[in-house]
């Protein structure tokens, strides 16, 4: 037998938070303005200026979070340019994505009043490249404080009476690299500055979030760590999966089997480098009470051909849902330290689960993934035991995991398996057997997304070229059933 699974249904994990399943707005080439923001007064639908096609497109993956304005462009952007009279909005250069002429019409006021609409957790990336102590400290007052002081003063004047609720705040974004090529010691001493200032001024908490490392910069952990713990609710880090890497990035649409191989591999490294940094924390936090926050993840490919390099546009395809659906699993199994991810990025940029043109919409493979997934949200870990194959390309050489997996139990008392088959050549046979489950397990339905390419892709012309379809599964004998995966494919399996 090539393949098992075990799902340990008495050996309960912790709570996988919501938040890992989060999503990433940076005023980025078509992410924000046309991805999200149209305008009240655009032809294509929207609520009070938000596109309604996306507004429900990410409700109903429950969209978590949301985090916002950067990215290298939040330590370059001065919130007080976003505020009031849209006309006498300041304009600025958008340096890092493009070169273009940001207006500023999309600001505090619409990306706040976004999350409300979403009825997601706002998470807000502050300045501190080139911004100031002060300028952060009153941008916290503006959006939180509930009283008579000068800036929540302004916000009403500005036509916002009552506080928004601000869970989730990071001090700088990659202050190693586009936010100010610091070094951690200086990042750490900046740190703890900045973050004396992120008042709470009601009775709900921000999440203080520091600056983390860039893939497996070890070194900033460790000086973040030892010299800034007590003072951080959370530590970021990123890490994004090429085909080769930054330098030399690789078409999304057109690649063989070894682009394939080499994706998924490089999106199995995300568990490792979860791993190692955790450790690192636990010298200094056992308690695990600091989370990783994973708030930059996924696939960058090269842009789209005939599109803006600095937008970051590029289509998405079964490969790019492979890479979700295995960093997903890793990130449920570690739910211990990642309480919260964020995918880069929402809409039109990156690993998007989302693409605008004009008034149309097509949801990507990656968006039918998070849906796949969304039971887990909220949902209790279980452990899990797995056999797996190995998927070689080259047999001469090391291969991957085919397969991976994750399991929840939700409150209503289902159990949720997620499981990718990377082998685009082979379909996987696995026997699924429950232990320690308390009461007997009656019901299976399963889901699959699969294609008969691997760059199988939805665009404007064939939105639904790549879905979940149905996938046949007899029901549970005593704890047991035998899940059949097709050659690269991602499935849900619910079990009551
Ligand atoms: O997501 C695109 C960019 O990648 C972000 O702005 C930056 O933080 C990272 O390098």
């Known amino acids: 037998m090539e393949h098992a699974i075990i799902v340990y249904a008495n050996q309960k994990g912790p709570v996988i938070e919501r938040d890992v399943y989060g999503h990433f707005s940076e005023h980025l080439g078509r992410c924000i303005y046309g991805g999200?923001?149209?305008?009240?007064?655009?032809?294509?639908?929207?609520?009070?200026?938000?596109?309604?096609?996306?507004v429900e497109a990410l409700k109903k993956i429950r969209i978590p979070n949301l985090r916002w304005p950067g990215g290298c462009f939040a330590d370059e952007y001065h919130w007080k340019d976003g505020i009031g009279p849209k006309e006498e909005r300041k304009r600025m250069v958008n340096t890092h994505w493009g070169g273009v002429v940001e207006d500023n019409s999309f600001g505090t006021h619409?990306?706040?009043?976004?999350?409300?609409?979403?009825?997601?957790?706002?998470?807000?990336n502050g300045n501190v490249g080139s911004g100031t102590i002060q300028e952060m400290q009153e941008w916290v007052e503006y959006m939180t404080f509930d009283g008579d002081s000068p800036m929540a003063r302004l916000?009403?004047?500005?036509?916002?009476?009552?506080?928004?609720?601000?869970?989730?705040?990071?001090?700088?974004?990659?202050?190693?690299?586009?936010?100010?090529?610091?070094?951690?010691?200086?990042?750490?001493?900046?740190?703890?500055?900045?973050?004396?200032?992120?008042?709470n001024y009601g009775k709900d908490k921000i999440y203080k979030i520091a600056g983390g490392p860039n893939v497996a910069d070890y070194k900033w952990t460790e000086v973040l760590m030892r010299e800034a713990a007590r003072m951080m609710d959370g530590l970021s880090l990123h890490y994004y999966t090429y085909?080769?890497?930054?330098?030399?990035?690789?078409?999304?649409?057109?690649?063989?089997?070894?682009g394939w191989f080499k994706t998924l591999k490089n999106a199995y490294r995300m568990d490792e480098l979860v791993a190692n940094h955790s450790n690192i924390m636990d010298k200094y936090d056992p308690e695990k009470r600091i989370g990783l926050i994973v708030d930059e993840w996924g696939c960058w490919h090269e842009a789209e051909p005939g599109t803006n390099p600095g937008f970051l546009y590029q289509q998405n395809t079964l490969r790019d849902a492979l890479v979700a659906g295995i960093?997903?699993?890793?990130?449920?199994?570690?739910?211990?330290r990642v309480r919260m991810a964020n995918l880069a990025q929402l809409a039109n940029v990156l690993q998007s689960p989302i693409l605008t043109e004009g008034p149309d919409m097509v949801l990507t493979p990656t968006y039918h993934v998070l849906d796949m997934y969304k039971n887990h949200q909220g949902?209790?870990?279980?452990?899990?035991?797995?056999?797996?194959?190995?998927?070689?390309?080259?047999?001469?050489?090391?291969?991957?995991?085919?397969?991976?997996v994750s399991a929840s139990l939700s409150t209503a008392g289902e159990i949720t398996l997620t499981v990718t088959n990377a082998n685009p050549k082979k379909a996987a046979r696995v026997p699924v057997s429950v232990s320690g489950h308390s009461g007997a397990l009656k019901n299976a339905r399963a889901e699959v997304l699969t294609a008969d390419r691997m760059n199988a892709l939805n665009d404007f012309a064939h939105p639904d070229a790549v879905k979940a379809r149905p996938l046949a599964v007899a029901a549970p004998k005593d704890g047991s059933l035998e899940?059949?995966?097709?050659?690269m494919s991602v499935v849900t399996l619910t079990l009551s």
């Open 36 to 54: 999200l923001w149209v305008g009240p007064d655009s032809p294509i639908p929207n609520i009070r200026g938000y596109r309604k096609d996306v």
């Open 110 to 124: 619409e990306f706040m009043d976004l999350c409300e609409l979403l009825e997601c957790k706002a998470y807000v």
């Open 327 to 336: 960093t997903l699993n890793g990130f449920n199994n570690r739910a211990d």
């Open 155 to 199: 916000r009403a004047k500005n036509g916002r009476e009552k506080p928004w609720k601000l869970p989730y705040f990071c001090v700088g974004n990659e202050n190693w690299g586009c936010g100010g090529n610091m070094t951690p010691e200086h990042y750490a001493d900046r740190y703890r500055n900045f973050q004396t200032y992120v008042r």
């Open 483 to 487: 899940l059949e995966l097709p050659p």
């Open 243 to 258: 085909e080769e890497r930054w330098e030399d990035k690789k078409s999304a649409t057109v690649f063989d089997e070894l």
């Open 379 to 404: 949902a209790t870990l279980l452990a899990t035991g797995l056999a797996t194959g190995e998927y070689r390309h080259d047999p001469s050489a090391k291969g991957i995991p085919a397969l991976s």
